[in-house]
Every structure is written in C-alpha cells, then in structure tokens.
C-alpha cells in the first residue's frame, strides 16, 4: 500500500523560498505521477505541478515562475521549492500520487501546514 | 487557469439523493474524460471517490456515481448518509497538461 509522507519546515520568512519533500514508501515513484497540492486554511484547493518518471514536469501557470519540482529516485522522494514567498503561500501543503495522465489523485499525504510570517 | 465552478453548499435529509455540479470549458471537463471527485472531512486529506468521469475506485460507496454532459460533470450521492457530510471538489485535466480544481461544495446532512 502506498503511502506518502510530507516534510519541511513549518515557518518561512516572507521573500524567502519554501521547501519541502514527499517520501514516498510501498511503491517506486518510478510509476505513475507525483503532484503537488495546496490548501490555504479555510479554502479550496490549488493543484501547484507535478511530475512523471522525473521528466516531464508541469506547473500551475498562475505560480509557474516561482515553482520547481525535482526527484530524488535513488530516495524514493520529490520535493517542491516555491521562491519568494508571501502571506499568500501560507497553507497546507499535500503530496499525492497521480494516474498516468495525472487524472487523479490517489493516495495523499496527511499533508503540512507551512506558515509564511516574519 | 480558472478555478471549475460548484456550488457552495448543497443539502439533503437522510437516504435523499443529492447532485453537485462542477462546470468548467472545453479545455479542461468538456474536452476530456479525465474527471475527478474528493471527498474532505475537516482536518483530513482528501479522498478519491469518482475517476475519469464515473468509475469507483475500489472500496468508495456504489451510492456515489458521476457523469458528464458537455461542459458539466456532475457528482451523485444517493442514500444520503450523516457520515457523507463533508466537503467534495471535483478536478479536471486540462488542454495545458496541467489539472485544476472546483471551488469545492460543503455537503450538509440536514
């Protein structure tokens, strides 16, 4: 069963860059797609990018100029670094895996909450 | 991207049948059958209920059921449960090779 394990710190300095990786175990992130998703507290949800066989890697347009998705395959891990942060950035932060065509979403992480505050 | 159209909340007694609509455009719900709906209990990680339109992944209620019809996907939840009270976002592949999310609909077992 897979399952996938958020990490990082849980407080950025604004202009700072916020990172953070996915662990994931019970399966290779070899297969399938990896994603990256946010939920501001109270609000929906926003889908950031993801990643498929550490080649090809899309971005919300909306928060592309300040995104980056990387694998770690040897780890088992992808992380997600968002540059320039502001108050808007503050959420919580899940990883998920995707189908093939990223057309789902299935398992999450249990997801954490990065505060972006001076 | 914009974010697919819900409604806020939708409502329903016990054992009722309720719909939530997600409306996007012809990049994204219309254009493809890659549709997808979650499930979100407050305080935990959303959960897959309906893929690529209208199939259940495995173990999800057969009281849950999509569909789609142009623009519009539509998420059924029949026999309505106390335990079905929660928020659903229905998400979509888009033309861009990217996915973007409804606004999300709070459910209410009245």
């Known amino acids: 069963q897979v399952q996938l394990q958020e990490s990082g710190p849980g407080l950025v300095k604004p202009s700072e860059t916020l990172s953070l990786t996915c662990t994931v175990s019970?399966?290779?992130?070899?297969?399938?797609?990896w994603s990256w998703i946010r939920q501001p507290p109270g609000k929906g949800l926003e889908w950031i990018g993801y990643m498929y066989h550490s080649k090809i890697i899309n971005y919300n347009p909306s928060l592309k100029s300040r995104v980056t998705i990387s694998v770690d395959m040897s780890r088992n891990q992808f992380s997600l670094k968002v540059s320039s942060v502001t108050a808007a950035d503050t959420a919580l932060y899940y990883c998920a895996r995707g189908g093939y065509n990223n057309n789902w979403f299935d398992p999450w992480g249990q997801g954490t909450l990065v505060t972006v505050s001076s | 991207q914009s974010a697919l159209t819900q409604p806020a909340s939708v409502s329903g007694s016990p054992g009722q049948s309720i719909t939530i609509s997600c409306t996007g455009t012809?990049?994204?719900?219309?254009?493809?059958?890659?549709v997808s709906w979650y499930q979100q209990h407050p305080g935990k990680a959303p959960k897959l209920m309906i893929y690529?339109?209208?199939n259940r992944p495995s173990g999800v209620s057969n009281r849950f059921s999509g569909s789609k019809s142009g623009n519009t996907a539509s998420l059924t939840i029949s026999g309505l449960q106390t335990e079905d009270e929660a928020d659903y976002y229905c998400s979509s592949y888009t033309s861009s090779s990217t996915d973007v999310f409804g606004t999300g609909t709070k459910v209410t077992v009245l």
């Open positions: 019970g399966g290779s992130i070899s297969s399938y797609s």
């Open positions: 690529d339109v209208s």
């Open positions: 012809s990049s994204d719900v219309g254009g493809y059958n890659y």
